[in-house]
């Protein structure tokens, strides 16, 4: 019987007392119908104050703790009827405040809403588990009090077996059959909830197998795989590994209120107004600040090796955050933005330049994966797409307000200003966002719903980290696509063209590289960089070659573009940055509503397939109008086609590689997404500076009047000397035809590529997206 005096007593089935000297407390322990798992919540010792819940269910228990024959077959028979909880509850003394809050906010509980959620939602979830057998539970007798001391666990004899109480308790929601204290039984927050369940422990028979974990389902560091419990909100099966950082964040959702959630999401949309506002000033004042030092014909250079370090790091950025935390990641990618602008903004020469654009690009990269994946952590999949596209808007303002910005600065004051300006404005958006995150990691830390990381040495650290991040397989993927085509663009420049000796080495090594890389993964990485099981499935493999492909194609002929518009066209700083940010206009726009369509819709496969007559019209028709003469009017429309098809692609190639995975899967298929669409944009850069560089030069010379061939260097080397001359003039016409004829040549090089990325997108499967996936308290 239960013994109101002296202890909290949860009463589900049968039910029996016991009193624990070794936890200087009494427990009521309560064995289940049908099920040798039995719940001890520790309580005070006071026997002048107490707290009762006293339960009489309808069916399947007496007061004297044998069931009715009849009920053998129902395990569960307090979701099966109406069962009354009768609470009696007085003041305790003060010196025990974790326990005087239970007390207190069972006093404020309305139970007939409790119950009503119990019955409502619990049903399916306290299904049997494999923990303990099901045979149905011998009557109790209580333990004698001889058997507790502070070297042995309390122990209660059980018809010739025992139960001892385990040292690591695991209150793993789907593992035990503690139903009570692992869901709001009464109405009350959460973290009370999850307070009260962590005074609890599980007994189990002493005489049992012990029940080692599934190896499986282990941990790359051993520990075996936890979760945080959730409100039954929309979440994925929770039974495989879940890193660190993913169980950080998905406590964190669970303890933060919806305006908390509209807060960080509107921090974070301040963030991407603010980094979308500096990427296209800094986009539009690029070709002016090569020019500066006399090395125009660099800029393709200049952005190939931040995009193979920017690609290749994306995996050891998703490892970051999975490993450490949201909240880390989205700090480092700051610290990477503010040295690269710093850089640039102090920059005596272009390799210092240089230098500043790789840490620039890595930090821009890292922070759009990073709050994607931050969003993909306050959204269900259904929703997910809508959140995305309003998150991207802030593109609209940048796509006019940029270019006149970058303009104003040139005009009246310098690059290095600009750059120096957005510093500032950057971090001071970006520190409410990393406070909010930390504020309910320390809350959900409070609450005991994030687990204490186990402490390591730095000599630990290190070499956990170092394999970990498989920094070897980066180091070889970044030296592979850097050596094969950098010389693309320096070729020209080398004594002896491609017979120079260092160019040889260069693509030697290069290739070596990249076949060194698939022997590293293949054979002796322990944890592979490149994650090859998700590319087994079509339709990621599918998802990550259309950006792979798709980038390629455009970046060959929209790396000069910005300078094609202003030489040939005539066109000023800002108007030519509102003529190539049209692309990037139309697919804002129309990306919210593609998403709201797929969230109706449910599916994402023929919406993509929407997007390939709009990307097949844009780069079709873009090499029949740009050349000299032709209306501007007409590179807008072939913007906004590919705008078009952007939009689509950009809301369903991510939806459909999260569509095919977990929760705890998502940050690292979108890395290896955006990694491929780096790498590809790369080669895109590679090539158009293969063309510009090698072609260029050629074209100036055979277009120049005799007379002026001698300034084809400083022609190429300078966008303003390109600009100086007048249009209808001898070199500037010679100027013009020379760009037309190279930009031609960098279409038809996009144009090739176009078939392999038709190919990619109607390989996809054709998946719901209404699947259940993230935890907590979401969009």
């Not at 272009?350 to 959204?379: C, K, N, P, R, S």
């Not at 310098?414 to 404005?425: E, H, K, L, P, T």
């Not at 160019?503 to 990249?514: E, K, Q, S």
Request: glycine fraction near 8%; charge should be positive.
């Amino acid at each position: 019987m239960c013994h109101p005096s002296s202890s909290l007593t949860l009463c589900v089935g049968e039910k029996f007392d016991l009193g624990s000297p070794a936890l200087d407390a009494p427990f009521s322990v309560v064995p289940f119908p049908r099920r040798q798992a039995l719940v001890a919540v520790p309580v005070p010792s006071s026997s002048s104050n107490l707290l009762v819940l006293a339960e009489q269910a309808a069916e399947g228990t007496v007061s004297d703790g044998q069931r009715r024959p009849s009920q053998t077959a129902s395990p569960w028979p307090l979701f099966r009827r109406q069962a009354r909880l009768a609470p009696l509850i007085t003041p305790y003394p003060s010196s025990d405040s974790a326990f005087r809050r239970i007390l207190w906010i069972l006093w404020t509980v309305r139970i007939s809403k409790g119950m009503n959620r119990l019955r409502a939602s619990n049903r399916a979830h306290l299904a049997p588990t494999d923990l303990v057998d099901t045979q149905p539970l011998p009557a109790t007798s209580p333990a004698s009090p001889a058997a507790y001391s502070t070297s042995n666990p309390p122990t209660a004899a059980r018809n010739g077996s025992s139960f001892a109480l385990p040292s690591h308790p695991d209150l793993g929601p789907k593992q035990h059959s503690v139903f009570l204290l692992d869901r709001p039984l009464f109405g009350f927050s959460p973290g009370a909830f999850r307070l009260l369940r962590d005074m609890a422990t599980i007994l189990k028979p002493t005489g049992q197998r012990e029940i080692q974990p599934d190896p499986e389902k282990l941990g790359p560091d051993g520990r075996k795989a936890t979760d945080v419990s959730n409100k039954g909100e929309d979440s994925d099966d929770s039974s495989q590994y879940t890193q660190d950082g993913v169980r950080r964040v998905e406590a964190v959702t669970q303890v933060w209120s919806k305006t908390a959630l509209w807060s960080v999401f509107f921090l974070l949309y301040l963030v991407s107004f603010i980094d979308t506002l500096f990427q296209s000033v800094t986009g539009n004042l690029d070709p002016y600040v090569t020019s500066s030092f006399g090395k125009h014909g660099l800029l393709a250079i200049v952005r190939i090796l931040p995009s193979i370090v920017g690609g290749a790091c994306k995996l050891a950025i998703a490892k970051v955050i999975d490993i450490r935390g949201r909240c880390e990641g989205f700090l480092l990618m700051i610290g990477l933005i503010v040295v690269g602008i710093l850089m640039k903004a102090l920059c005596r020469n272009v390799e210092t330049y240089a230098a500043g654009e790789t840490f620039y690009w890595i930090g821009h990269f890292g922070l759009g994966y990073v709050v994607h994946v931050i969003l993909a952590d306050m959204t269900s999949l259904r929703n997910r797409m809508i959140m995305w596209g309003i998150y991207m808007s802030p593109r609209i303002a940048a796509s006019f307000g940029g270019p006149r910005i970058a303009q104003l600065f040139f005009e009246q004051s310098s690059f290095r200003w600009a750059f120096g300006a957005f510093v500032i404005i950057l971090v001071a958006f970006s520190i409410p966002v990393a406070a909010v995150l930390v504020f309910y990691e320390r809350k959900a830390k409070k609450l005991h719903i994030i687990e204490q990381r186990e402490s390591r040495t730095a000599w630990e650290a290190t070499k956990y980290y170092f394999i970990e991040f498989d920094v070897i397989g980066m180091m070889l993927t970044i030296a592979g696509f850097s050596l094969v085509l950098l010389p693309l663009q320096i070729a020209k420049m080398a004594p002896n063209g491609w017979k120079s000796g260092y160019i040889i080495a260069m693509l030697v090594l290069g290739v070596l590289c990249l076949v060194g890389f698939g022997v590293w993964e293949k054979w002796f990485a322990k944890v592979p960089y490149l994650p090859f099981k998700y590319l087994r499935d079509r339709t990621i493999l599918g998802a990550c070659l259309l950006e792979f492909f798709l980038f390629i194609s455009i970046f060959c002929w929209d790396t000069y573009y910005g300078s094609y518009l202003q030489v040939v066209h005539d066109l000023s700083i800002s108007t030519s940055g509102y003529t190539l940010n049209a692309y990037s206009l139309t697919s804002t726009v129309l990306s919210p509503f593609v998403g709201l369509f797929l969230r109706w819709y449910g599916r994402y496969y023929w919406v993509a397939i929407s997007g390939i007559p709009f990307s097949v019209l844009g780069t079709a028709l873009l090499y029949h109008f740009r050349h000299p003469g032709e209306d501007i009017g007409y590179l807008v429309m072939c913007q906004v086609f590919h705008g078009i098809s952007g939009a689509f692609w950009g809301m369903t190639g991510p939806l459909a590689l999260m569509a095919a995975v977990s929760h705890r899967e998502v940050a690292v298929v979108l890395a290896v997404h955006s990694m491929f669409a780096s790498i590809g944009a790369s080669i895109g850069f590679g090539i158009s500076g293969a063309l510009w560089t090698n072609h260029l030069p050629r074209e100036l010379y055979r277009e120049l009047p005799d007379a002026a061939k001698n300034q084809t260097a400083q022609l190429y080397g300078d966008l303003k000397k390109q600009k100086a001359d007048p249009i209808g003039t001898p070199i500037r016409d010679a100027v013009i035809r020379a760009y037309g004829t190279v930009q031609r040549e960098m279409v038809i090089a996009g144009c090739a590529i176009l078939p392999l990325v038709i190919a990619c997108v109607v390989v996809w499967k054709n998946r719901p997206i209404d699947r259940k996936q993230t935890k907590g308290n979401v969009f």
